[in-house]
């Protein structure tokens, strides 16, 4: 479904991404992992559009969307749930998740897509008046994953959907997450420092370092591998 082809990408004189190439299968959850500063974000940010790569392509559904603007790139069904979440913190959650529909013009189809966010996330409905920023982070990761949904999206990018949530919501999140994928048919990219955690619902993964792709396979394959265990799964 989506294909990265040996992306570069600098920032200035300093480069982020030294030619990754990875591939996400429709229906799948793919993951990147690594180390802080190995140029996850960036890639979620180039194939959505908000970084422009010096080298490479993105292909998505066949077509190569490397040139498009961001919001040509929603349009095509590839949602972007950024780090730190970046809900708008002083409109309500019910201003939020239409904002997550703008896109749309069918008002049955948004009817339907909150409904189904609302069965997913229940606390959201009960919110829907209070202003995100008073949200707990864990409710606001809730309110952009559910933002990112009311778009009708086919493909959706979650950039560490764990960090600074606290404990105990971190398996809710993650659950709804394979939820998304298994009862919706939503592919997924997700990012996550927590790498056990990822590799435990993803079907594949790539890993990288400095700008590199260094290892990529089977999840499952991954998390018994020695070096792997050892450098990011706590040994
Ligand atoms: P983290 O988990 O810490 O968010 P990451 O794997 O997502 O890390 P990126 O945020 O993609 O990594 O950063 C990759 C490299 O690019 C880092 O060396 C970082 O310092 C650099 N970088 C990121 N954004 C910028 C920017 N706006 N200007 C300059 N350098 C940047």
Same mark, same amino acid.
């Given at each position: 479904?989506?294909?990265?082809?040996?992306?570069?990408?600098?920032?200035?004189?300093?480069?982020?991404?030294?030619?990754?190439?990875?591939?996400?299968?429709?229906?799948?959850? *793919?993951?990147?992992?690594?180390?802080?500063?190995?140029?996850?974000?960036?890639?979620?940010?180039?194939?959505?559009?908000?970084?422009?790569?010096?080298?490479?392509?993105?292909?998505? $559904?066949?077509?190569?969307?490397?040139?498009? /603007?961001?919001?040509?790139?929603?349009?095509?069904?590839?949602?972007?749930? /950024? =780090?730190?979440?970046?809900?708008?913190?002083?409109?309500?959650?019910?201003?939020?998740?239409?904002?997550?529909?703008?896109?749309? $013009?069918?008002?049955?189809?948004?009817?339907?897509?909150?409904?189904?966010?609302?069965?997913?996330?229940?606390?959201?409905?009960?919110?829907?008046?209070?202003?995100?920023?008073?949200?707990?982070?864990?409710?606001?990761?809730?309110?952009?994953?559910?933002?990112?949904?009311?778009?009708? /999206?086919?493909?959706?990018?979650?950039?560490?959907?764990?960090?600074?949530?606290? /404990?105990?919501?971190?398996?809710?999140?993650?659950?709804?997450?394979? =939820?998304?994928?298994?009862?919706?048919?939503?592919?997924? #990219?997700? *990012?996550?420092?927590?790498?056990?955690?990822? #590799?435990?619902?993803?079907?594949?993964?790539? *890993?990288?370092?400095?700008?590199?792709?260094?290892?990529?396979?089977?999840?499952?394959?991954?998390?018994?591998?020695?070096?792997?265990?050892?450098?990011?799964?706590?040994?």
């Amino acid at each position: 479904m989506l294909t990265v082809s040996n992306l570069e990408v600098c920032y200035g004189a300093i480069s982020a991404l030294g030619g990754i190439s990875l591939e996400v299968g429709a229906g799948s959850i *793919v993951t990147l992992i690594g180390g802080n500063g190995a140029g996850k974000t960036t890639t979620l940010r180039t194939i959505s559009g908000l970084i422009r790569a010096k080298q490479g392509t993105v292909t998505f $559904r066949g077509e190569d969307i490397s040139r498009l /603007p961001a919001h040509e790139i929603v349009a095509r069904g590839l949602s972007h749930v /950024p =780090e730190g979440r970046m809900v708008f913190s002083n409109l309500t959650v019910e201003e939020n998740l239409s904002m997550g529909a703008y896109l749309l $013009r069918d008002r049955d189809v948004i009817a339907k897509n909150r409904d189904y966010v609302f069965s997913i996330f229940p606390r959201l409905k009960e919110r829907l008046k209070q202003t995100a920023g008073t949200l707990s982070g864990g409710e606001q990761q809730m309110l952009a994953i559910g933002r990112a949904l009311m778009g009708n /999206p086919k493909f959706l990018m979650l950039d560490e959907p764990s960090l600074g949530i606290a /404990p105990r919501l971190i398996g809710t999140i993650f659950e709804k997450i394979v =939820e998304i994928n298994q009862t919706q048919g939503i592919t997924i #990219l997700l *990012v996550e420092q927590n790498a056990n955690l990822a #590799l435990e619902v993803s079907s594949s993964a790539y *890993v990288l370092e400095s700008g590199h792709v260094v290892m990529s396979g089977e999840s499952k394959k991954l998390r018994a591998d020695p070096q792997l265990k050892a450098t990011y799964l706590g040994g």
